[in-house]
């Protein structure tokens, strides 16, 4: 079965770009899926950042649109999340997810149904 | 964005309980709202999407309901491994907003 695995260096300097990868096993980046980025600061709740298409269409958080970027690399069957300039709030576990499609009464849904493990990210200097 | 707000924040529950999580919407989502638990230091998992239908392999025991800008997420009776923290989301329009969380606790 499809599994997600985050990568990426776990502290970042202020002001720097949080740089993180998420590598994709058991099955194609290019199938028909969303791949998304959510993160979850120290105790608090969760945050969806955003996501990327196979076909290279993304959509993004508003509060974040400004220093996020969401892309992929097929030859390596995996998708990365660039923040720039990083603060303190920053400071979170961060998950890499796959969206997916499901059709009920004839409508289609969306659900994030295959999850890594995530990783932890701090901005300190 | 959508707000969600999920009521309660925190419940204490007995094994065997019957329990029920709400979650609201800022506007109407018709039914595209999910369910996650998360356990400490692990990631979300998908349990019910589309308002009430069971994601693969999820138990029976969890079942959801609703549409439009109310919805709820009962467990029928609790097991051991139900403690864990509950997040609603919408996904009728990005940017797909979470509910802050309701930690279900031992009693």
């Known amino acids: 079965q499809v599994q997600l695995q985050e990568s990426g260096p776990g502290q970042v300097k202020p002001s720097g770009t949080l740089s993180l990868t998420c590598a994709v096993s058991?099955?194609?980046?290019?199938?028909?899926?969303?791949w998304s980025w959510v993160r979850q600061p120290p105790g608090k709740g969760l945050e969806w950042i955003g996501e990327i298409y196979h076909s290279g269409s993304t959509n993004y958080t508003p509060s974040l649109k400004s220093r996020v970027t969401i892309s992929l690399d097929k030859s390596k069957n995996q998708f990365s999340l660039k923040l720039n300039s990083v603060t303190a709030a920053d400071t979170a576990a961060y998950f890499c997810a796959r969206g997916s499609v499901y059709s009920s009464k004839g409508v289609y849904y969306y659900g994030m149904d295959v999850w890594g493990q995530g990783t932890t990210a701090t901005v300190s200097s | 964005d959508i707000q969600m707000t999920q009521s309660p924040s925190s419940l204490s529950a007995s094994v065997g309980d019957r329990v029920t999580i709400t979650c609201r919407a800022s506007?109407?989502?018709?039914?595209?709202l999910n369910w996650y638990q998360q356990k400490s230091g692990k990631a979300p998992k998908l349990l019910i999407y589309?308002?009430?239908s069971l994601q693969s392999g999820v138990p029976s025991r969890f079942s959801g309901s609703g549409s439009g800008t109310d919805f709820t997420l009962t467990i029928s009776s609790l097991l051991p491994e139900d403690f864990a923290t509950y997040y609603c989301q919408q996904s009728y329009s990005t940017p797909y907003t979470f509910g802050q969380g309701t930690k279900l606790e031992i009693k």
């Open positions: 506007q109407s989502i018709s039914s595209y």
């Open positions: 589309a308002a009430s």
């Open positions: 058991g099955g194609s980046i290019s199938s028909n899926y969303w």
